[in-house]
């Protein structure tokens, strides 16, 4: 169906940090297939656990115990200092489970219609519930009646939720960067006030780490540059680095919540997708691998607030590990077609950020020549409709 409009790029080979199309053109890839590729393109240890899962066994369903399921939630519940895992395969329906945890916690608790706060342009997902939390007014359009018990806040707003509590309000659902809304960095103290505010009222403290997740910003979950622990998390995106899982981690109350009935899935957490995401995991945690994103990720956004300091559309730069955006003053998605032809994907959000979220395993060589297009690009740049 159309849901992505004409697409005039067609990849067909990746390998590492870079892709191939149907015509041979190479490009380096400064998206990673929005946040999902982190380890890059056949990486071998997620090939070799994928191609020996499937020679063993693809699947059995949720009602036998699954070896790799186990392995994977074990890593992960010790990982994210969580308690317990429900297994799904996206984003979306990760959280799904949470918004479910967070009504069954609610109605537990005698809370006849319990709501979730959210913020505003928050993205959660695009199934009816995610939808409903997500606070972009412009992907809900035509999709009415939405579930009416999320109350939108703006982000990195301490007052506002205060404001907006009473005594329905069961959760908090928030992303510790927000991503799609233009990588929104909150202050450094947000999710620790987000933490004290929950205890103070017994509500919880669920952290969309979809994108943020599993390494992104330079430690395994985003959350984790703060010393706080949510009840919930969940992540997808650069769990199974392109095959498709979702994961939702509870710690405390919050994991006992669901009992035999209250949740499942057929394909969640099968023996394929725990492989390729039990490997992608167990390969971003080994030691070192994350204190060289932090470092390229330190180099890079300083490389972009050197190179593009005189530069007078650019209205910001932020960034943590390797989600960097750089935002202009104006629309740019025709930034997109520019990188296109020197060689690079990337992606613009938000209508007029440049987001990068370059493979995790970047060199530095491949690190200067993405910043080198970047830059000049950007410098370059005389509107959308002048490109
Ligand atoms: C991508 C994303 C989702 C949705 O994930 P899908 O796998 O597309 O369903 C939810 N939340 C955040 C923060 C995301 O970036």
Redesign the pocket.
Known sequence: MNTYGSRSTTLVKGDGAYLWDDCGKRYLDGLSG??VCGLGHNHPQVTQAIQQQAEILLHTSNLYQIESQIALGEKLAVLANMDKVFFGN????A?EAAIKIARKYGCDRGVDKPIVITTNNS????TLA?LSATGNPKIKTGFAPLLNDFIHVPYNNMDAIIAAANDQVVAIMV?PIQ??GGIQIPDDDYLGKLRSLCDQHHWLLML?E??TGNGRTGKYFCYQHSDILPDVVTT??GLGNGVPI?ACLARRHAAEVFAPGNHGSTFGGNPLACSAALATVNTISAAGFLTRVTKLGHWMLATFKEKLAECPHVHDIRGRGLIIGIELNQPCSSLVESAKQQGLLINVTAGNTLRLLPPLILNDEQAETLVDIVVEIVLNFSGDDKQ
């Open positions: 929005i946040a996206s984003g979306a329906e959280n993205f959660h997902g695009r995610t992303e991503g799609e969309d979809i994108q997808a995106k979702g």
